[in-house]
Every structure is written in structure tokens, then in C-alpha cells.
């Protein structure tokens, strides 16, 4: 009696540990909330914010969710083809639980001369408006991939990660919206206090902060700080797949969570090596995994 009480005690603490095991593991990967918030939609969030990204463009991805463009995508390619539409729900999700904040320093020690208990790094708040998505089908995506693919300088470089075993995926959608900075009001109070800033000259300060940040013009409309004069891309998804070598035996996905990590080590680090596929038994340019696309 008391081995079996032992025994379902022990099944009873593998299952609880087998639980709390495959929650961590399956947790996305970044813990910023808003991207958090993001992931939910399928999106990885850019950082910094920019219009540098595009749907249709080739983009080499880090483990760090860095996206680097190898192709880009030409914009006659992508005339009459991109679908746009705003998403209410998706921005009442940004404001509610997503709520993007990033962290700089000002040095402040010449006007403050030592208050603010020397504290000198503060946040700055943005808040998300006019949250719009651009999405291309796949069927156009696949056009343009050939297309870049038909480039030699393009097709040497997605080669050259592909076969290092990079990640080379094809933007899909992106989110972009109207982004508008704020410090947190005690921050300002203080500044106007201690500092005795006028609050032309507490904006002028953190317009300069956020844009040694984002890289960004910030511009001021109505008495209030906006990033740029047009809205900004704050996420991207690829396609389902991104691309594969010629003996590629499993199919190319980014990872969204630390289990997902692991599944693609097992199979594309120790499977995959040990029982490569010929170049006849890949997928071929067309085929709906996209797999080498010409490569």
C-alpha cells in the first residue's frame, strides 16, 4: 500500500513537472509584452520600428529576430498586388496588452544638477493608432521570389545562408501604424520642477532621446510627439516556410518558442545530416513549400 502511495506520488510530480515543462518550453521566445502581443497575431515585432521591411523582399533572419535583407523587392512587382485593410481588433489588443515601450538614457546632470535621486534613464511610452496590415498572397510572393531568384548576385547570397543553415524567408505582411511617444507624467512633473523646463523644451528633449533611438524623425502635431510624418512597420510575418537547400529533408519554419528551437535542432542539425536527401527527391520550384525555388 505504501509503495503505491509512493508511486502515485511520483506520477503525480512527473506530471506536474511534464505540465510546467511544456509551458516554459512552449513560452515565445522574446518577453517583451508587445511583442508578445504580436506573436499572438503571428508577427514578429522590428526593432526599431522602420519602413525598411517589405512584403515580398528576401531577408536573412538571425537567432535574435534581426532581419537582414539580402533581396529586395521591387516595387513594380508589388503594385496592384499588396492588400491592405485596418484591424480594429488587432489594435485594441496593442493598446490594451501590447503596449510598446522602450528604454534610452539622457544625461539630465546639467540642468537637474543632481536631483531626480541621479537617475538619469527613464522610459518612453508609445502608444499605437491607425494600426494598418499590408499582406501580398502567396501565389504573388512566389512570382517575386523567382524573379529575385533569377538575379545572380541575389541567388549567390541566399546560397550562401541557406546552405550555412540560415534562416532566408520572404516577407508576407507587415503591421504598421501611427506611433506617439510619452514620458510617464511623474517624469515630466519632476523635469518641470526640478529642472524648471517649460514643456516646449521637456518635448524638445524627449524628441531627441526617441529619435537617437528609432533612427526616426519625430515630429510634433496638435502638442504631441509622433514617430515620422507617416506611420512606421512595427511587425512582420514570412511565409509558412522559408527556404531550403537541395537535400533538405524537412521543411525550413522560424521558431516561435523554445520547444520549437529544440524540434529544429533535432531535425535539421542531427536528422538531416545523418540521412541527407538526394536533389531529385527535394521539392521543385513551384512546389507549395517553396522549398528551393531555384536555388
Not at 129 to 145: F, G, K, Q, T, Y
Request: with cysteine; aromatic share 8%.
Amino acid at each position: 500500500m505504501k509503495r503505491a502511495v509512493v508511486l502515485a506520488s511520483a506520477v503525480m510530480l512527473v506530471g506536474t513537472a511534464a505540465v510546467a515543462a511544456t509551458y516554459e518550453w512552449n513560452k515565445p521566445t522574446s518577453s517583451d509584452p508587445f511583442d508578445y502581443t504580436l506573436s499572438q497575431y503571428h508577427f514578429r515585432g522590428i526593432h526599431p520600428p522602420s519602413n525598411l521591411l517589405t512584403v515580398g523582399s528576401l531577408y536573412y533572419v538571425d537567432r535574435a529576430g534581426v532581419y537582414t535583407t539580402i533581396c529586395p523587392a521591387q516595387k513594380p512587382d508589388l503594385d496592384g498586388q499588396v492588400m491592405v485593410s485596418r484591424t480594429w481588433d488587432l489594435e485594441e489588443q496593442l493598446k490594451q496588452d501590447g503596449r510598446l515601450s522602450m528604454e534610452f538614457t539622457i544625461d539630465l546632470r546639467a540642468v537637474l544638477k543632481g536631483s531626480m535621486e541621479n537617475s538619469y534613464t527613464h522610459t518612453v511610452h508609445a502608444s499605437l493608432s491607425d494600426v494598418v496590415l499590408e499582406e501580398i498572397p502567396l501565389a504573388a510572393n512566389l512570382r517575386i521570389m523567382r524573379k529575385l531568384m533569377a538575379d545572380p548576385d541575389c541567388k549567390s547570397q541566399v546560397r550562401k545562408y541557406v546552405d550555412a543553415g540560415k534562416y532566408v524567408c520572404q516577407g508576407q505582411k507587415t503591421l504598421q501604424a501611427t506611433a506617439e511617444f510619452k514620458f510617464d507624467r511623474d517624469v515630466q512633473d519632476k523635469l518641470a520642477t526640478d529642472a524648471n523646463l517649460a514643456p516646449d523644451e521637456i518635448k524638445h528633449l524627449i524628441k531627441q532621446a526617441i529619435e537617437s533611438r528609432i533612427s526616426e524623425r519625430v515630429v510634433v502635431r496638435e502638442d504631441r510627439l509622433f514617430a515620422s510624418s507617416e506611420p512606421l512597420k512595427f511587425g512582420i510575418q514570412v511565409n509558412p516556410t522559408c527556404l531550403s537547400p537541395q537535400t533538405a529533408r524537412f521543411e525550413r519554419t522560424l521558431p516561435d518558442t523554445s520547444f520549437d528551437r529544440m524540434v529544429n535542432f533535432v531535425l535539421l542539425r542531427i536528422i538531416e545530416p545523418l540521412f541527407p536527401a538526394a536533389p531529385t527527391e527535394v521539392a521543385q520550384d513551384g512546389d507549395a513549400t517553396v522549398r528551393v525555388a531555384g536555388l
